[in-house]
């Protein structure tokens, strides 16, 4: 296996790692933007340098559609092809099962998809899945799952779970780079945790070099969500990384990390920054309010990033409705924070004050006290007391 992972902190469940990639070290907790078709909307690699982007996510199917795993291929890898010198993990491209579910048709052979560029019917099975991506090159590349919303009930979840560690199999056979390339499982199974842990235990007889969580952040009640993330990182192994798939709302990360959790991605920071939203330690701060308008504090003051450095929310605010750079700026800003949160969840733990950390953040974001319940039951069940943060319940 072509990685190496060291926990260098704990703080019970919650740990902090360093993970040794081939083509960069990374740390622990750590969240990665997702650059589809190789490219953070709006940013430079070089400006992801400067706010701290350690690993970007590739999309498996949107690559192979253009500009083609082939031609990247010929190129000398993704890497290469979009000049990223720092870490890269491609999905399977079995999230179009969800996503475009109404173009895909799921059998046991793969999955067939109508093409959104040129209607064509694409077959994506798990030996190509894992060929495309042994041709792109990333660093951590992703076993085609059997998706299914969390949403939805019955048979579908078993016959889903059952055939994603059929697939995980073909996977491993196709994979022609593991000296190269680290595969990673993903565990299905939906809220059922008979099928999760069959599932766990699956992936982990197949000694994968890490494990994901899959099939959550899809609309599930966040009770539910929570438990099935600390069940799975219960039971998966301590030297392996654990990645909960599609996660990228900030108080999640902070919950999914005292848990146990190492790694995750999500559009989420750039997606609202397109919608004229940044990322604040109080929650969000809507850039194209009336009240923006006249603002002349930056969007964070506690922030050092360029944007924060350099503009006003009323600057941004003229922006966001009329100019991509209003949402070139956001997103610079939004990612800078996901990248300073990773930083700071990382070395609380490394330094031994994890809890007064997340203590602080629940503070800063329910100052009312007014911490969601199933935050209260995760975090109990991580060993943080936060009785502090939360206001007395009504008698």
């Known amino acids: 296996m072509a990685l190496q992972f060291e926990v260098v902190g704990r703080f019970n469940r919650a740990r902090a790692s360093k993970l040794t990639l081939p083509h960069y070290v990374v740390q622990t907790p750590m969240f990665m933007p997702v650059g589809t078709q190789g490219t953070i909307k709006g940013l430079t690699n070089s400006q992801l340098e400067d706010i701290g982007c350690q690993i970007i996510l590739g999309?498996?199917?949107?690559?192979?559609?253009r500009p083609g795993a082939e031609l990247i291929d010929e190129l000398g890898g993704l890497h290469k092809f979009m000049n990223w010198k720092r870490a890269l993990l491609t999905d399977s491209g079995g999230f179009q099962m969800v996503s475009l579910l109404h173009l895909a048709d799921i059998t046991e052979e793969g999955v067939t998809f109508q093409s959104p560029v040129d209607g064509k019917p694409m077959l994506l099975t798990p030996?190509?899945?894992?060929?495309?991506?042994?041709?792109?090159?990333?660093?951590?590349i992703m076993a085609l799952d059997d998706v299914v919303r969390t949403t939805?009930?019955?048979?579908?979840?078993?016959?889903?779970?059952?055939?994603?560690?059929?697939?995980?199999?073909?996977?491993?056979?196709?994979?022609?780079?593991?000296?190269?390339?680290n595969l990673f499982g993903i565990v299905?199974?939906?809220l059922d945790p008979v099928l999760r842990d069959i599932c766990v235990r699956g992936l982990v007889e197949r000694n994968l070099p890490g494990y994901a969580i899959g099939g959550l952040a899809g609309g599930e009640d966040k009770d539910s969500f929570w438990r099935v993330v600390a069940q799975c990182t219960a039971a998966l192994p301590e030297d392996k990384p654990r990645y909960?798939?599609?996660?990228?709302?900030?108080?999640?990360?902070v919950v999914c990390s005292a848990l146990g959790a190492d790694m995750y991605d999500c559009v989420y920071?750039?997606?609202?920054?397109?919608?004229?939203?940044?990322?604040?330690?109080?929650?969000?701060?809507?850039?194209?309010?009336?009240?923006?308008?006249?603002?002349e504090r930056p969007i964070d003051s506690t922030c050092s990033c360029m944007v924060?450095?350099?503009?006003?929310?009323?600057?941004?605010?003229?922006?966001?409705?009329?100019?991509?750079?209003?949402?070139?700026?956001?997103?610079?800003?939004?990612?800078?924070?996901?990248?300073?949160?990773?930083?700071?969840?990382?070395?609380?733990?490394v330094e031994g004050r994890f809890p007064e950390y997340v203590r602080g953040f629940l503070r800063t974001q329910f100052p009312k006290g007014d911490v969601p319940q199933w935050v209260c039951n995760a975090m109990e069940v991580a060993g943080i007391d936060i009785s502090s943060c939360c206001a007395p319940v009504p008698v």
């Open 59 to 65: 999309n498996t199917y949107h690559l192979a559609l």
């Open 127 to 140: 030996e190509e899945s894992i060929q495309i991506q042994n041709k792109i090159g990333a660093d951590i």
């Open 152 to 181: 939805i009930t019955g048979p579908r979840i078993e016959e889903a779970m059952y055939r994603t560690l059929r697939w995980m199999d073909r996977c491993i056979a196709a994979h022609k780079r593991p000296d190269a390339q």
């Open 188 to 190: 299905q199974g939906g």
């Open 244 to 253: 909960v798939m599609g996660v990228g709302y900030p108080l999640d990360i």
């Open 269 to 295: 920071p750039t997606r609202t920054a397109r919608f004229g939203t940044a990322l604040v330690p109080e929650g969000v701060l809507k850039l194209k309010h009336n009240a923006m308008a006249s603002d």
């Open 308 to 349: 924060c450095k350099n503009y006003s929310r009323a600057y941004i605010h003229s922006l966001v409705t009329r100019d991509a750079m209003g949402s070139q700026l956001l997103s610079y800003h939004n990612l800078s924070y996901m990248m300073r949160l990773s930083k700071d969840l990382h070395m609380s733990i």
